[in-house]
């Protein structure tokens, strides 16, 4: 049986990655943080299946911060495939907090990948991806994104992400590791975190509906970005770690939309006027934006045969559906009127 260890598996990413390594038969492994509340939420329904069924999902507490113990878990688990999705993942947050994720996504992979060098002088090799990002192209140089772009990262977040890939590379080079980087644009769902733009709308209209909020308050509307659907994205994860050779990938749909128009198409499901209900807050703008990104995907089409499967309409229509039901709300109910 195939063993795999996933940082921030109690994520969005995370936890549609551990539900593909489980149908895929592997003993899934994944790092948790110490928290007084829990924050297994996406992983509850996995969690409960599973065990019932099949022990082969298994948290344990660790940190990024915590190289002794980073090191100590992969001895433990003696995997076979690392996938590093552990970040502080809100790029405006990012800006108030700049050293905590620099910390945690930059030193936190080059701790990650020297626990796993050291590990591999008595053991198997361990196949390793790392989750990079399309904020690593910042102001962008080249109007489609593929990956020679040279990178031109403009937060925080973004600075820490292009260190990581860097690092991956250098220890890829100098080590003879199989670790890739997956560098994957704007990817959404249900479980992204509420705090992320399109789940604040979604949200948002959901709650408008039943009658909790009048208004959301978003930052840059204009801001354009090719979004896809994370259960696409993560199959790309894996494919990466299935390569006799590791390398590097762009994953995009290659298509760029405003948030504008992520609003328009949400508020039109629900009948509803965008206009009427949202409200510009400077806090949410950034000290530095990135105003578009749109990714050449070619090279993983060809070498992984790795494609997006949903359409930026149909995930707008499952993000609101999925937010209509936690509501209590059904999405046919509104789009009938």
Known sequence: ?????????????????????????????????????????????????????????????????????????????????????????????????????????????????????????????????????????GLVQDQVQNETTPFYPRSPYGCAKAYAFNQVRNYREAYDLHASNGILFNHESPRRGETFVTRKITRGIARILNKKEKKIYLGNLDAKRDWGYAKDYVEAMWLMLQQDVPDDYVIATGQTWRVKDFLERAFQLVNLDWQDFVEIDQRYFRPTEVDVLIGDASKARQQLHWQPKTSFAELVKIMVAADLENEGLHLEDYSRL
Request: neutral net charge.
């Open 1 to 137: 049986m195939k063993k795999a260890l996933i940082t921030g598996i109690t994520g969005q990413d995370g936890s549609y990655l551990a539900e593909l390594l489980l149908e895929k038969g592997y003993q899934v492994h994944g790092i948790i943080r110490r928290s007084s509340s829990f924050n297994t939420g996406r992983l509850m329904h996995l969690y409960e299946d599973i065990h019932v069924k099949h022990p082969r999902l298994i948290l344990h507490y660790g940190d990024m911060l915590d190289a002794n113990r980073l090191e100590q878990l992969i001895e433990i688990v003696d995997p076979c495939e690392i996938y590093n999705l552990a970040a502080q993942s809100h790029v405006r947050v990012s800006f108030d907090e700049p050293v905590y994720t620099v910390d945690t996504i930059a030193m936190g992979t080059l701790r990650l990948l020297e626990a796993m060098r050291h590990s591999l002088k008595h053991k198997k090799p361990i196949r390793f991806y790392q989750a990079s990002s399309s904020e690593m192209f």
